[in-house]
């Protein structure tokens, strides 16, 4: 069975750094392109990047280039999303999603993780 | 970077009735690559329609998509009381982007 679990919701002051992550199971986690998607507080979903892990090849969207790293460690099937220093407005929940076709970008998102809510608050 | 604009906003239906979205792109759609997810409060979206009118799996066959280039349309022949929900349209593959949703509620 496809899995992906993400790591548990966060409480943290603007400024700081943090790194959550979404780890895959149940197939092959090198092969399948991995999504990241904000949803703001009663808002719609945005599509912020891609990572492939076999080779770490990565896309952001323009709206999220410079302000978020996408990783992955294809040795622990994980991959993240990082800030560097958190803004209030990055408060959200964030989904990580599977592109369905093997290796290739031309799939929808076919498995998503549970989410992590981020809350960044003084 | 393509715009995907959803209408309407709202969709006030009773159950047994039938819904029909829209999902309108500011440029040509390569491919048909356009999807459909689900998303109800509290859960992960969840894919519908893939390639504008696909189902995915285990997706109820009231459930259908259909158009191509820069207009499309999911439609839900009979409205289930799980159904109400709101509903997003998404291009996929060399770019990508979402529209902004349609919420189905009960009226």
């Known amino acids: 069975e496809v899995q992906l679990v993400q790591s548990g919701a966060e409480v943290k002051k603007p400024g700081e750094s943090l790194k959550i992550s979404c780890k895959g199971s149940g197939y092959s986690f090198t092969n399948y392109w991995i999504g990241w998607v904000r949803q703001m507080p009663g808002k719609g979903l945005e599509w912020m990047g891609i990572i492939y892990p076999g080779d770490s090849d990565t896309r952001y969207s323009p709206s999220f280039q410079g302000q978020v790293t996408i990783s992955a460690d294809k040795s622990i099937s994980t991959a993240y999303l990082q800030w560097s220093s958190l803004k209030a407005s990055d408060t959200a929940m964030y989904y990580c999603?599977?592109?369905?076709?093997?290796?290739?970008?031309?799939?929808?998102?076919?498995?998503w993780g549970q989410g992590t809510l981020v809350t960044v608050s003084s | 970077e393509i715009v995907l604009t959803q209408s309407p906003g709202t969709l006030s239906l009773s159950p047994g009735e039938r819904a029909t979205l829209s999902c309108r792109a500011s440029?040509?759609?390569?491919?048909?690559?356009l999807a459909w997810y689900q998303q109800k409060p509290g859960q992960a979206p969840r894919l519908l329609i893939y390639?504008?009118?696909s189902r995915a799996t285990g997706i109820p066959d009231r459930f259908s998509g259909s158009g191509s280039g820069t207009d499309f349309t999911l439609t839900i022949s009979r409205l289930e009381p799980e159904d109400f929900a709101v509903y997003y349209c998404q291009q996929y593959g060399g770019s990508w982007a979402f529209g902004q949703g349609t919420k189905v509620e009960i009226k």
């Open positions: 440029q040509s759609v390569s491919s048909s690559y």
């Open positions: 390639g504008a009118s």
């Open positions: 999603a599977r592109i369905g076709g093997l290796w290739s970008t031309t799939s929808p998102f076919d498995y």
